[in-house]
């Protein structure tokens, strides 16, 4: 549940949103105002807050909040 | 009162370097006038100034003199509390009032410890009333700049016509903090200095491309005596400025960003690919082309708000065969940019001496001739009581180009159109050389967003 809501509150970082706001089914791009830059700029700080090494290119496939922490759920577990 | 000194954080280093090269402030100087044509009323504009250097902490940086090493520190003011200046310059034609804000661009902040920005109330011809700011690139970049910009005309809408009073801006000292926490990442440095490594090392040294064609880089040959050289000389004594400046109508405009947006790339990596292009078809189809791209790295709401210069620089190396269609060289680009931008907390400073001890090139020499920074942010009054007046922008050259062209590539504030504006140094090119650049780059880009698949070789036979 922690890592969750640590993954949250990252993201709402990166966005004009409280982290409570954030939904699954939202997408990086188009309903969190994403750019390739902060994108990718994220997927390093969640590296570095989950201690965790990504795929770049699975990584940059993901979309949607709720891909995100299925990912890192795998890659955690 | 005891002071905290920090570091200049990366970004800042990456302006502070020509200072030290040149042995002047002058570089580094960013000055810009933004107004409206309408009337403002001063007083208030002269508070919301005032309550801007109270708000924005990046303003109120001052720097050390240089220690024996020849680095700086910084600290944050705690007040800055002065009286803002006005001038009135309606009684000139716009031309001269835009030559003498030309000359102030040239005035330096020489002093170790004092403030190292100066914002002036302006009336200008042509019914224009704003601002001009004259400012060290170290407390901000463009989008720094835009941020402020706006910020005190939110404060100024406020007081005049009760609109809501905006938001607090992040902290530059704590980000600041973060930063520096984030360089001492052991892990992170190793994983980032392997990539870029990698990076510089996985297709062979570089080759440069100018686009006066090949013979640039034979005339280098020549000079060092080395028939494999794959660097050229760059201009170092005479760094006098050209500007050219071109303005994209709002209707193609639309259609490049609709094209972005349908094919989920971004406008910096489609125009990287113009520009990369044009290098090919003047170095008779080169298909090796290095670029340089600056990126302002704010991607946190902190990062976008704390002022400061977070402007960073990478080499954008792509090798695109001539058989390649439009959209996959474009795909291509683009994935070099998202592999550097994973990378991209990493000292750039660092990367280019990477670079040179890895391949050991002549001292003064260079892989790279074109740079390119694209700002998504127009320098536009956003309130809904300012939305209706006539907005002017003006960013006057600081005179010194340290780059062969540098391309700045913004929105305008007027129509939403995009401005190209070409700084090149004019020992070396001229105006027409520019012309040519941005009429191909145009040709090619409209031609490869009409016909995604057109091959690069046949964008460059035919173009």
């Known amino acids: 549940m922690d890592q969750r809501k640590n993954f949250l509150e990252l993201v709402a970082k990166y966005c004009e949103k409280d982290a409570s706001e954030i939904t699954d089914d939202m997408r990086f791009r188009e309903d969190l105002g994403f750019n390739s830059l902060s994108f990718m700029t994220f997927l390093g700080d969640l590296e570095d807050t989950f201690n965790m090494e990504l795929e770049e290119e699975d990584a940059v496939r993901i979309t949607t909040i709720g891909e995100a922490i299925d990912y890192m759920n795998t890659l955690l577990s | 009162m005891e002071r905290t000194l920090y570091p200049l954080n990366v970004g800042q ?138 910020d005190i005309m939110e404060l100024y809408c406020h007081y005049r016509f009760g609109s809501e009073y905006p938001k607090p801006l992040a902290s530059f000292e704590e980000v600041l903090k973060s930063d520096l926490k984030k360089l001492e990442n052991k892990k992170r440095q190793d994983k980032d200095e392997k990539f870029w490594r990698d990076y510089l090392t996985e297709n062979g040294e570089p080759i440069y491309s100018d686009v006066r064609g090949p013979r640039i880089l034979q005339e280098a040959r020549k000079k060092h005596g080395d028939k494999s050289l794959r660097a050229a000389d760059v201009e170092t004594k005479d760094r006098s400025v050209g500007v050219a400046d071109f303005h994209l109508e709002p209707e193609a405009t639309q259609t490049l960003l609709d094209f972005c947006a349908t094919q989920g790339v971004s406008m910096t990596n489609l125009i990287l690919l113009a520009m990369r292009t044009y290098l090919s078809k003047t170095n008779g189809g080169q298909d090796d082309i290095t670029l340089r791209n600056f990126v302002s790295r704010r991607s946190t709401h902190a990062e976008w708000t704390c002022g400061g210069s977070r402007v960073l620089s990478f080499p954008c190396r792509t090798i695109i065969p001539p058989d390649t269609e439009f959209l996959d060289a474009l795909y291509e680009v683009q994935n070099v940019q ?126």
Not at chain 2, 57 to 84: H, M, N, S
Not at chain 2, 344 to 369: F, H, Q, R, W
């Open chain 2, 13 to 150: 280093m990456l302006q502070y370097l020509p200072i030290r090269e040149t042995g002047t402030q002058r570089c580094c100087n960013i000055s810009v006038f933004s107004g409206l044509q309408t009337e403002i009323d001063f007083n208030l504009l002269k508070k919301c100034i005032q309550d801007e250097y109270r708000r924005y902490e990046c303003l109120r940086l001052r720097f050390t003199a240089p220690d024996e090493d020849g680095f700086v520190r910084q600290y944050i003011a705690e007040r800055d509390d002065r009286d803002v200046p006005f001038m009135d310059l309606s009684e000139m034609t716009m031309e001269e009032a835009d030559a003498f804000l030309q000359e102030k661009t040239f005035e330096e902040f020489k002093d170790p410890e004092i403030p190292m920005v100066e914002i002036t109330m302006l009336r200008m011809p042509e019914g224009y009333n704003g601002m001009y700011i004259h400012i060290d690139h170290r407390l901000v970049d463009s989008s720094g700049l835009i941020v402020m910009v706006n």
């Open chain 2, 338 to 463: 998202n592999r550097i931008y994973l990378h991209c907390n990493y000292d750039p400073v660092a990367v280019d001496k990477m670079l040179k001890d890895v391949y050991g090139a002549p001292e003064n020499t260079e892989y790279i001739s074109m740079s390119l920074t694209y700002q998504p942010m127009p320098v536009r009054m956003q309130n809904e009581h300012l939305a209706g007046f006539q907005t002017r922008s003006v960013w006057y050259p600081n005179g010194a180009a340290t780059k062969q062209i540098y391309l700045t590539v913004t929105h305008s504030s007027n129509d939403g159109g995009m401005i190209f504006d070409f700084h090149y140094q004019k020992a070396v090119l001229t105006y027409d050389d520019i012309q040519k650049l941005y009429y191909y780059m145009m040709k090619m880009m409209f031609r490869g967003v009409d016909e995604p698949d057109i091959t690069i070789g046949e964008l460059i036979s035919t173009s």
